[in-house]
């Protein structure tokens, strides 16, 4: 339940954002507009998010098995650059590039760095060669990773079935 209102929360404060970022701008295109309050929240607000990614990746890798720690390092960092990338992006743009070529930069790049962090996300859940797959779903029905960080966490040695809702 926690999870649900966390998420429902981060949903509508991104809406809200964008959505009163729109008055200053009514283009269609003016998305990354970012140096009016709403956008410049919409940045802190991701800033927040990418060190709560942080701090939840070091807990969890506190108390995993040792051979998962280094995918919980890696998922650390590719999570937190990818969630930082767009505050630091526009922090640059707005400070070096003159105003009339700021939104194409933020544009372009920002699709690139936002499209190579997924590409990384994605490589680490989904490669045959990272920790994780030994451990997860995909390549096991004996040790898996749920039960893994269930019974080192405390809890029962029975399978689990992730659940929202």
Same mark, same amino acid.
């Given at each position: ?21 729109? &008055?200053?701008? $009514?283009?269609?295109?003016? +998305?990354? $507009? ?18 709560? &990614? ?6 969890? @890798? ?9 995918? +919980? ?17 526009? =922090? ?6 003159? +105003?009339?070529? @700021? ?53 029962? $040695?029975?399978? @689990?079935? =992730? &659940?929202?809702?």
């Amino acid at each position: 339940c926690v999870v649900m209102v966390v998420a429902v929360s981060i949903l509508l404060s991104h809406i809200i954002l964008a959505q009163w970022g729109r &008055m200053y701008n $009514d283009d269609f295109d003016s +998305y990354h $507009d970012l140096e009016h309050l709403p956008g410049k929240l919409l940045m802190l607000w991701r800033i927040l998010l990418g060190f709560g &990614m942080l701090g939840c990746c070091v807990s969890t @890798r506190m108390r995993c098995p040792a051979s998962l720690q280094l995918f +919980y390092l890696q998922l650390a960092i590719v999570g937190t650059l990818w969630f930082l990338s767009l505050p630091v992006l526009t =922090w640059i743009v707005n400070t070096i590039v003159p +105003y009339y070529l @700021r939104h194409r930069t933020v544009g372009v790049w920002g699709a690139v760095l936002q499209t190579s962090g997924i590409v990384l996300l994605s490589w680490l859940v989904t490669s045959h060669s990272t920790p994780y797959h030994k451990f997860s779903h995909l390549s096991s029905t004996q040790d898996n990773l749920t039960d893994s960080l269930a019974s080192s966490s405390g809890g029962s $040695d029975e399978p @689990r079935t =992730w &659940m929202f809702g």
